[in-house]
């Protein structure tokens, strides 16, 4: 729960407590002797507890689903008679007495969803058995959208319940608005790994393919293992499912990339594993290290890429091999994997232009998605640290955190 989302709770315990309503209301049963701090710190007490059962409902936005599921609980909050929720067109959930009312509360709010202010009205439907005699409705806004309402109804009028009303609407904008920067985060993290997927270049692809081809003859047993490779590669890479993935997989899928550019290029490529067993578990953003491996692939067997205008180095001698070390190893609470080339390497300069991001559509698209992915995730520590000069190769060096909330390899 948020700083403000808590803050808003406390706000609304204290008013509910000086009311009457959390304990006149709402706990009917006495204290136990084994129940231990004041009145006051039980009413806070069952108002965050109760939220806490509320909240999650509501970050998947405001919908007849979620509304359903936390309208019993909000109105317990508030302790009134009857409480419902809207959206811009329809009541998405009534909760309590007199469900008659329904019909009527979209005329009630429809001023309120046009300009945004809290109303109240009269409730009363003619029905003397009824309890519901006066209403306030509060706006629930996001970014200065009204995306729907708060009904809350009782007996008669009160200014207690009009302020409570509007505290626990607030509170809930707070949990709707994180529900769209959560829908937000899933679109650019979605954004950002099609951004890799069409880095894994076409010729690589057809060039994968060819290698394929050229065994079908003179190798077929050979021919067979490459083609299975390049399925599970391919299959991995476009997975439509799951923001995270497991170290173990993403190795796995290294290998396989690594077995089709051997067979293009032979000898010319040598590679270095070593990993820690304990560390395969380990959750990290999916297609994370692939990228930085294709990048020292990419540079060092098929040349130097050169920003527009800005000195590089040249490209490799046709015959000169590639060396890459991998590994992946137990550090405490964390993993710490380091992609280590002898290619060419590039300027630090140039590499701190890729990593703000003016690397250019093409060049070093990986290690900048890559390093903000981190960053997103982790935080701000957890960026990837390069080493790396003209001509000295690079080294990238990663740490993932063996657990963190919310980071499950699927």
Known sequence: MTG??????????????GSGYLLGRRAARPLRPSDVGTPVEHATFETLHTASLAAPPLRAGLTEESAGRSARRLRSLLGTDALCLTDRERVLVWD?????????????????????????????????????????????????????????????????????????????????????????????????IKALRAQI????????????????????????????????????????????????????????????????????????????????????????????????????????VRLPGAPGAAPRPADAPLRITISALDAGSEAEVVIEDDGTGMEPARLRQILRGEGGASTGIGLLNVDERLRQVYGDDYGLVIETGVGAGMRITLRLPKYRAGVHGS
Not at 99 to 111: A, C, F, I, P
Not at 141 to 163: F, H, I, K
Request: glycine content about 6%; aromatic content about 6%; some cysteine.
């Open 4 to 17: 403000a989302g808590i803050a808003v709770l406390l706000v609304l315990a204290a008013l509910l407590l």
């Open 96 to 192: 309590g007495a007199g469900h008659h009312h329904g019909k009527d509360v979209m005329d009630h709010v429809r001023g309120l969803l046009a300009n945004g202010r809290d109303t109240a009205f009269d409730g009363g439907c003619g029905d003397l058995d009824c309890p519901l005699r006066w209403a306030v409705a509060v706006p629930l806004t996001v970014d200065n959208r009204v995306l729907g309402a708060l009904v809350a109804y009782a007996p008669r009028e009160s200014a207690v319940l009009a302020r409570a009303a509007g505290e626990v609407a607030r509170w809930v904008c707070v949990q709707l608005e994180l529900a769209e920067l959560d829908r937000s985060r899933t679109q650019l993290i979605e954004a950002e």
């Open 201 to 304: 270049s076409p010729h690589f692809l057809f060039n994968s393919l060819a290698a394929i081809a050229s065994f079908v003859r003179t190798d077929p047993e050979q021919a067979r293992e490459l083609l299975l490779e390049f399925a599970d590669f391919t299959r991995y890479s476009f997975r439509r499912h799951g923001e995270f993935t497991t170290l173990a997989d993403e190795l796995h899928s290294i290998d396989q990339y690594l077995a089709l550019v051997r067979a293009r290029f032979g000898e010319r490529l040598a590679v270095t594993l070593q990993v820690a067993p304990e560390v395969l578990p380990v959750a990290l953003p999916f297609l994370c290290l692939q990228p930085l491996v294709e990048n020292a692939v990419k540079h060092g067997l098929e040349g130097a």
